[in-house]
């Protein structure tokens, strides 16, 4: 490392400068050097080098490291290398950090080099009971898989894999244009390797050269307890695969719950209506209520209302994201019988005559006296 500049000199700056001076000490000496600016020789060269100092001194962790052990730090390898761990191909990385400060600079394009998979979107329709309990299911999908005959290379063989002769491997390339501004210097994809930095001889024949094959497969997924309509599931790796051995994207799957005839859920909790008769509501009675796993003894107090809910603790939903179980609420709905025969009829007509008696004015008789008290 004996040939590389201290990072402190190469900004211009102390040992103790504080985060601010070397931002200042960086935008004057990257305006000065950028090579779309100034065309000398080692301009391009010298702005790689303030942008690699900078990258190191403007982050406390990088600077602490180098501070103490300098170019030798055994942990993070400066040596020559841009902290921000892709190669300079010119000032590749740093073009954005420019763009930042000045609102200029090369333009930068991705290379599909390395480049992770993409990711699947699914849906799934499930009924209630797989929600809110849990499931296994088998989904299939159609993706792009790392060829086996060239391990995702997409050469005959290793032999016939070469470095790109134009881009050296960077898989960028830069043009210049003429603007009213003056020679403009763009970074773009290698248009003979197609960002990949490398050219084949002979492709695979399998895959033809793409490194990849079209596959349908079934995946078994696990649904968690709890799943509900809108919530979607990441499963790692199930989408397509990357290039040139780069990970393999995710897929998701996004459900919708079918509707249960009897059950409601509201968040993690449920509700279900209990009927009840007038006898049953007057008198007080005990259901047998079903909950999501199994039948609860209620007692239903005498005089309920209609509309009364009644709480069961932990009888609803999990939490598919690990938290507190749901409750279940049991909504009591008081019955007028549509039919009546004759006796019946009488029946409650005695009561209705006895009911009046004990109580001397009904709760609609109330209502009355308070609105006439207002005329």
């Known amino acids: 490392m004996a040939n590389k500049r201290d990072y402190y000199d190469v900004l211009g700056v102390s040992k103790t400068a504080t985060d601010e001076e070397i931002k200042r000490a960086y935008r004057k000496l990257a305006r000065q050097y950028h090579p779309d600016i100034n065309k000398a020789p080692d301009a391009e060269k010298k702005f790689a080098e303030i942008n690699e100092a900078y990258g190191v001194l403007s982050d406390k962790e990088k600077r602490a490291k180098y501070d103490q052990y300098g170019f030798e730090d055994p942990t993070q390898g400066f040596g020559g290398g841009n902290p921000f761990g892709e190669g300079f191909g010119g000032f590749g990385g740093f073009e954005d950090i420019f763009s930042q400060f000045f609102g200029g600079g090369s333009s930068r394009q991705s290379s599909r080099r390395n480049q992770r998979g ?95 094959v079209r596959k349908t497969k079934d995946i078994e997924i696990t649904i968690p307890a ?45 509700e279900i209506d209990a009927p009840i008769s007038f006898a049953e509501a007057a008198l007080g009675t005990e259901l047998s209520v079903p909950t999501i796993d199994e039948d609860v003894k209620v007692k239903i107090p005498a005089g ?72």
């Open 118 to 212: 993409q990711d699947l979107e699914k849906e799934m329709t499930i009924t209630f009971d797989e929600a809110v309990h849990g499931c296994k299911k088998i989904i299939r999908v159609s993706v792009d898989e790392a060829c086996t005959s060239c391990g995702g290379t997409g050469a005959y063989s290793r032999n016939d894999i070469h470095t790109c002769s134009q881009c050296n491997g960077s898989g960028y390339v830069f043009v210049q244009q003429r603007t009213i501004l003056g020679v403009a210097r763009t970074q773009t994809v290698c248009p003979k390797c197609n960002g990949s930095g490398q050219q084949i001889d002979r492709v695979c024949p399998n895959c033809q050269g793409k490194g990849k």
């Open 226 to 270: 709890g799943i509900d309509t809108g919530m979607t599931l990441r499963v790692e790796g199930k989408g397509m695969a990357g290039d040139n051995g780069a990970p393999s994207g995710d897929l998701y799957i996004r459900f919708t719950v079918e509707k249960h005839k009897y059950f409601r859920r509201d968040g993690n909790d449920i």
């Open 304 to 375: 309920i209302q209609s509309g009364t809910k009644l709480r069961l603790r932990g009888r609803g939903v999990k939490d598919p994201k690990g938290g507190s179980r749901g409750d279940q609420y049991v909504i009591i709905k008081v019955e007028t019988p549509s039919y009546l025969t004759n006796e019946q009829k009488d029946l409650l007509k005695k009561f209705d005559s006895s009911y009046k008696e004990s109580n001397k004015k009904s709760t609609w008789d109330k209502i009355k006296d308070f609105f006439q008290g207002k005329r």
